[in-house]
């Protein structure tokens, strides 16, 4: 098949220049932002968030078709839907967990749908979400932290 390439940069650390959905992308947009019990507007984005999770669809499709991309790099959190006090997000103040896996997972689906051979590899954000969030990963970075456990309870 020759060689692929895409998009790996450790996703939430690199800020401006990362893929993670909780990165504070488009500053302006304060109803798309995560609220704290408080109500203090963070900075980061909130997925459980209907507009924002159809606009980061499109970032990534656009990134993703581009570039002509195979393999691209997905972290969700911390702007996972969890924590966020919103009234504006479609979820209930606090609880917007479910919501957030559900809108992260469509995303997921639809890009693997309109790019079929799309590689995923999966970081800490999905890791929050349980089995569930492994749903249409290819490649998470715990399985590192799962053979070192296994190996060290074979070797009692």
Do not use: N
């Given at each position: 098949r020759g060689i692929t390439y895409g998009f790996y940069i450790g996703v939430a650390a690199q800020m401006e220049h990362g893929n993670a959905a909780g990165l504070p992308f488009?500053?302006?947009?304060?109803?798309?932002?995560?609220?704290?019990?408080?109500?203090?507007?963070?900075r980061e984005n909130c997925l459980a968030s209907d507009d924002y999770a159809k606009w980061w669809y499109e970032v990534q499709r656009n990134t993703i078709a581009k570039y002509k991309l195979a393999l691209w790099s997905w972290d969700p959190g911390p702007g996972?839907?969890?924590?966020?006090?919103?009234n504006q997000h479609g979820h209930l103040p606090g609880k917007g967990g479910y919501k957030g896996w559900r809108n992260s997972t469509g995303i997921?689906?639809?890009?693997?749908?309109?790019?079929?051979?799309?590689?995923?590899?999966?970081?800490?954000?999905?890791?929050?979400?349980?089995?569930?969030?492994?749903?249409?990963?290819?490649?998470?970075?715990?399985?590192?932290?799962?053979?070192?456990?296994?190996?060290?309870?074979?070797?009692?």
């Open positions: 488009a500053p302006s947009r304060q109803d798309w932002k995560r609220v704290d019990s408080a109500g203090a507007v963070a996972h839907g969890f924590f966020c006090y919103s997921m689906r639809r890009l693997k749908e309109e790019f079929p051979g799309l590689y995923y590899q999966g970081f800490y954000g999905r890791k929050e979400y349980g089995l569930w969030g492994q749903k249409y990963t290819d490649q998470h970075e715990f399985y590192w932290e799962i053979g070192r456990h296994t190996s060290e309870l074979q070797s009692h």
